[in-house]
């Protein structure tokens, strides 16, 4: 019930504008349930042959946890200098700041059937080419380690049995600028899932 309220919700309020937001897709949940929280939303928008994003933060409220609600189809490019923004804006919002608030980016579940949230909150966007160790998701959403292509599973054994923690928390993660936000969150939930976590607050959009 949650699940369809979710996507309906979003349906129903995009409806008065004419347009829908398309949550990206998972087979897992990260975070199932948060409460007192504001929706915030990014839609996807064309004009002529531009791609568009526009946000919709009416009804965010500085204290509480904050919902993004981000169509899949948006490059990561147009995407994150908006949620770089968002952030800003939070932090630097200290009469009204809450400590314990959250942000996270919002998206389906389709093997739970529910929708579900990615927090985000520690994480500093940085728009530009990291140096060091770095894992980079290219715009075909195919990994490079060093550049050099390997898959999912082959990052995952190295990850969490074949390297040495002090190499694992080196690395870096950089996403292609180009890569759309329905592939990013599947990226992030990778990542998540990973028996050894990476210790790094940084993220690499170039």
Same mark, same amino acid.
């Given at each position: ?21 398309? #949550?990206? @897709?998972?087979?897992? !949940?990260? $975070?199932?349930?948060?409460?007192? #929280? ?8 064309? +004009? ?15 204290? !509480?946890?904050? %919902?993004?609600?981000?169509? =899949? ?6 995407? %994150? ?23 996270? &980016? ?7 059937? +529910?929708?579900?949230? *990615?927090?985000?909150? =520690?994480?500093?966007? @940085? *728009? ?5 160790? $770095? %894992? &980079?998701?290219? @715009? =075909? ?10 898959? @999912? ?13 002090? !190499? ?9 600028? +180009? ?14 899932? #990973? ?12």
């Amino acid at each position: 019930m949650k699940y369809l309220f979710g996507i309906v919700l979003l349906f129903c309020f995009s409806c008065g504008n004419k347009e829908d937001i398309l #949550l990206p @897709k998972a087979d897992k !949940t990260i $975070v199932k349930e948060v409460v007192d #929280l504001s929706p915030i939303y990014i839609f996807f928008r064309v +004009n002529g042959k531009d791609t568009l994003a526009e946000v919709n933060r009416k009804n965010s409220i500085s204290t !509480t946890n904050w %919902i993004l609600n981000i169509d =899949k189809r948006l490059p990561l490019w147009l995407v %994150i200098p908006e949620v770089i923004k968002l952030q800003e804006k939070r932090r630097g919002d200290s009469a009204h700041k809450n400590e314990a608030a959250e942000n996270y &980016f919002s998206y389906a579940d389709s093997i739970g059937k +529910n929708l579900a949230f *990615m927090p985000f909150t =520690k994480v500093n966007y @940085k *728009m530009e080419k990291p140096a060091g160790t $770095v %894992i &980079f998701f290219n @715009k =075909k959403n195919e990994i490079l380690l060093e550049d050099q292509h390997i898959t @999912k599973e082959k990052l995952g054994e190295l990850i969490n049995a074949a390297l040495p923690d002090d !190499t694992v928390k080196k690395f870096l993660f950089r996403f292609d600028k +180009n890569l759309d936000f329905g592939s990013y969150i599947q990226d992030k939930i990778f990542i998540e899932t #990973l028996e050894k976590k990476i210790e790094t607050n940084e993220e690499f959009i170039y």
